[in-house]
Nanobody
Framework: VQLQASGGGLVQAGDSLRLVCAAS????????MAWFRQAPGEDREFVAA????????MYADSVKDRFTISRDDDKETVYLQMSSLKAEDTAIYYC???????????????????WGHGTQVTVSS
């Protein structure tokens, strides 16, 4: 499985941005997709996740009501629509895939086996 993240950029506070994660390869192995982010000097943290077949979603409190994770089954793509961006949203954003079929949406980094390269999001205040 390969994951390719794109869509990052430099925006101003209050703007919106949509990240895209395209999956390829044996995508039938993926049961959930997630976005994580890592700011300079910080640990990588959970942002949002989506259970692929059931469509269940979960968000970090810091992005709830501002970010929306969604999927396009035909394109095997996951999106992260970000609105009302803040300076503290500045980070490298990574998409990840979980190959374990769980009854819950995982928030832990260790749950995700597949990772894409990150895409930089910079929000100027």
């Amino acid at each position: 499985v390969q994951l390719q993240a794109s869509g990052g950029g430099l925006v101003q506070a209050g703007d919106s941005l949509r990240l895209v994660c395209a999956a390829s390869g044996r995508t039938s192995n993926i049961y959930a997709m997630a976005w994580f982010r890592q700011a300079p000097g910080e640990d990588r943290e959970f942002v949002a996740a989506l259970m692929w077949r059931r469509g269940i979603t979960m968000y970090a409190d810091s992005v709830k009501d501002r970010f929306t994770i969604s999927r396009d089954d035909d394109k095997e793509t996951v999106y992260l629509q970000m609105s009302s961006l803040k300076a503290e949203d500045t980070a490298i954003y990574y998409c990840a895939g979980d190959r374990v079929q769980r009854t819950y949406v995982a928030r832990m980094l260790s749950a995700y086996e597949y990772w894409g390269h990150g895409t930089q999001v910079t929000v100027s205040s």
